[in-house]
């Protein structure tokens, strides 16, 4: 017989397509693919597509109108993650011996220095729904805005205060987290494309549910 808690985490009812909310954002679902800091595409993405908590949409989508008024198209990488993808990343880091894609996302650290230093975790935030990696898109030129380093660049470059780029990689960071900020959303110290709703309506649940249009409809 199911506990209450694995019911509760694998009941997607209080998710969204986050397309169904923000029509204008571009989507890049890295963990679909294989160009992610493993290699492979990571399990529990059975689709290319963002899903959020209603609440984290809906706050995503008054950051996405003010942006473009500046401009700007928000484009996300990842949004809810099921836990199955944390323990696909944990035992990537734990059994695996590959590191393949250590020159591209990870080049200045040991793999073992990935979970030392926190960039990957035993529970993302990510798995509870209202977290989302985003960064911003020209809307002129319709290329993704130089934030002096690309997403899930892990190492001390990709803080969100790191000063060792150019006055203007910075200040396009500052302009996405001023954004996210004035609409609910916490940055992290470690990740400039990382944010996560202060006011997220489920602190304590890690859901493990597929990321897929179709398990919503269900």
């Known amino acids: 017989m199911k506990s209450y808690k694995e019911d509760v985490a694998k ?9 169904d909310y923000v029509p204008d954002i571009i989507q890049e679902i ?3 693919s294989t160009y992610n800091f493993i290699g492979d595409k990571i399990d529990g993405y059975e689709e290319p597509c963002a899903l959020l908590t209603k609440e984290a949409a809906r706050a995503l989508k008054a ?4 942006l473009i ?5 928000l484009k996300v990488f ?5 836990a199955c993808a944390v323990k696909h990343f944990m035992l990537w880091g734990i059994e695996d ?3 393949r894609m250590k020159p591209y996302f990870y080049p200045d650290l040991r793999k073992q220095e990935l979970f030392e230093k926190g960039y990957v975790a035993k ?6 729904g209202s977290t989302v990696d985003l960064t911003l898109v020209d809307m002129n030129t319709g290329k993704e805005v130089d934030m002096g380093s690309p997403f899930d660049l892990f190492g001390e470059k990709s803080h969100p205060d790191y000063r060792g780029i150019t006055d203007e990689q910075y200040e396009n960071r500052m302009i996405l987290q001023k954004a996210m900020l004035r609409n609910g959303f916490l940055p992290l110290d470690c990740e400039w494309w990382h944010f996560t709703l202060d006011n997220e309506p489920y602190p304590d649940t890690y859901f493990e549910f597929p990321v897929s249009s179709e398990y919503l409809r269900k």
């Open 123 to 128: 529970q993302s935030s990510h798995s509870r």
């Open 97 to 99: 011996e590959d590191i």
């Open 11 to 19: 009941n997607p009812s209080g998710f969204v397509l986050l397309a």
């Open 78 to 82: 990842d949004a809810y993650r099921p």
């Open 30 to 32: 890295r963990y679909y």
């Open 69 to 73: 008024v500046q401009g700007y198209r």
């Open 63 to 66: 950051v996405s109108k003010e």
